[in-house]
């Protein structure tokens, strides 16, 4: 059953790739196919990187990453502080190890040290001061972890994937030092097998990735493709270069809609896809290099477009929708990991040929890939199926999916994201941990920690994996105006219910309804109705009588007032601090808490609207800023 439900769901391509990757895994076809003939030493030729535009921006930051890593740390996913330590490879083939690795730690926290993503505060740091400490420190880093993985083997070589983000670190790092007297000629050979290495790894298992059809097929064709065009000489190189362009290609036109959604349905991934295009634009300018062609840039620059319709121009802050790894390949700028402006910005410039923002620090990444500043500023677009509410200090987002092209990250249809003067007062809790033991185990991705409606404790989608859903809910879009917002989606059908919400602009204020109606046959059934909201943690006063909730915000106060409830919760890190009227048990070591990025979770306040009822009945909540 739910084989057939993934073929109905996912489609027979997808299902059936997978299906032969693991048939390869288990007849050790791969260890077969990696052999090191294919890595042979070839000439290096690396891309051309400019200080000289970049040295303004960098010069005026601090660059606390680069500090670290001179330290023997790194910061990891925005925030983390972590040795950077790469622990010796068993020696095993990777293929040995997929599906078969014991309980422990989150496997991330290993592989992101490995992906060298710090290299990018190296270079910053080194183009504002020339400090040979930092390239000394790029490849003594780059000899340890040699020394340490040895290719195809142990936990860093299990993800093609992460072998191609390591690569693309890895040549940017040596192509920013190459003056250095610290890159030798023979730290540049090595890194030269490294880069056959790396796609020697990935080209066997490209049917993987393409059972994904999402990032994953993206960043390996970018690593075949980098691979290719730094070993010009390589018998192979061509074919890299051919493989990794036509992939990606495919996988922008597959994966991007002509209104620049993503597949991922995902702002963080959005985000990395947009990166992984500039990267490719960056290395088609390059001596050897091939452009884009002009339908995949315009689907890119729509996918730009996408982005900063969501994200606010004054903090490059934007709603936390779907999964969160704390993947930032390229972070060349000063905003840090919540900062989207560079990367549209970037994208806007590369693919539009427009600023979309007034010049800034923001601009530091498009000067590193070499975009020039354009006087035009583009209009600002609607972001496709993410219905925005504009009114004076307020901004609501609410989170649909009419038809889903791949397969759903978290189960959040009609979700809504509230923005008041900058503040995301009500938000997505994010991702937190992928891989942990319950209740941790990827547990934000549910419906009960998203501002919407559950219905007897259960899924708007059937959870059939850590990261796969079927029996998918889909929403239908009812009005959309400047004043009103209504939605519905069918995710509890199988309970007779149809979720409806409606977000209407009041004065001072939004008033959000939601109404739980029957669908199909009638039913006289008694549900257990949760409304969710979870908001950031701010000094609040709960009043009994309404009853309301006052948040007191850097930016004033808020008041939520709510009707038809018999119960309400308040839960804070987990732990209940407010009660009012009759509520139904619900767990809540999940609640109250939101990751703002990767393997870090900071408190929350999550409400909870409880009503045990037959269907018809409503929830009102109503957003009103106090004088």
Known sequence: MRLLKSIRDLGFEPVFLNALYKTGLRLGVFRWLEKPPAASASR????????????????????????????????????????????????????????????????KFTWEPARFGWVFDLVRAYAASGDERLPRAFWQQFEAFQAANPPFNGLNWLSGQEAALRLMAQIFGAAVFIHS??????????????????????????????????????????????????????????????????????????????????????????RLMLQLGLWFDWLGRQPGGEPLAPGVRARLGAAAGWLRALTDPDSGLAPNFGANDGAYIFPLAAGGFADHRPVVQAAA????????????????????????QHPVLAQPSLAENLPVLQSGSWRAFLRLQRQWRSR???????????????????????????????????????????????????????????????????????????ARLAAHHDGYRRLGILHRRCVERIPHGLLVRDDLLPSGKSSSAVHAFRLHWLLTDFPYTFEESGPSLRLETPAGSLCLAFDGATGIQI??????????????????????????????KIPALSVVIFKRAAAPLSFTTRWQEMP
């Open 181 to 270: 007297p610290e890159s030798t000629p023979a730290r540049l050979e090595q890194l030269a097998r490294t880069a056959a290495w790396t796609a020697a790894r990935i080209e066997p298992t490209l049917l993987y990735a393409r059972s994904q059809n999402n990032n994953h097929l993206l960043s390996e064709a970018a690593g075949l493709y980098t691979a290719g065009l730094c070993l010009p000489e390589h018998p192979r190189a061509a074919h890299w270069r051919r493989l990794g362009l036509e992939w990606f290609s495919r996988g922008v036109l597959r994966q991007v809609s002509p209104g620049g959604e993503y597949v991922q349905y995902s702002t963080n991934y959005h």
């Open 408 to 482: 759903p990250s978290h189960a959040d249809q009609l979700h809504l994201d509230v923005w008041w003067r900058g503040i995301n007062v009500a938000c997505d809790a994010g991702t937190y941990l992928y891989n942990a033991p319950p209740p941790w185990d990827n547990a934000l991705a549910s419906t009960a920690v998203h501002n919407t409606v559950s219905v007897d404790g259960r899924d708007q989608m059937t959870r059939a994996g850590r990261f796969l859903w079927l029996d998918w809910a889909r929403a239908g879009m009812e009005a959309t105006s400047e």
């Open 571 to 600: 839960i804070r890190a987990g732990q209940v601090v407010a009660r009012w009227g009759t509520e139904d048990a619900c767990p809540t070591v999940n609640l109250g808490w939101r990751a703002l990025s990767y393997g870090e």
């Open 44 to 107: 290096l030729v690396l891309p051309k990187v400019s200080l000289d535009p970049v040295r303004p921006y960098a010069a005026g930051s601090s660059h606390p990453g680069a500090d670290a890593v001179l330290q023997g740390e790194v910061i990891i996913f925005g925030g983390l502080r972590v040795p950077l330590v790469f622990e010796p490879a068993p020696p095993v083939h990777w293929s040995r190890l997929e599906g078969r690795l014991p309980p422990g730690p989150d496997i």
């Open 349 to 372: 410039l590369a693919f539009d040929d427009r600023c979309v923002y007034p010049p800034g620090p923001w601009d530091e990444l498009s000067a590193w890939f070499g975009l020039k």
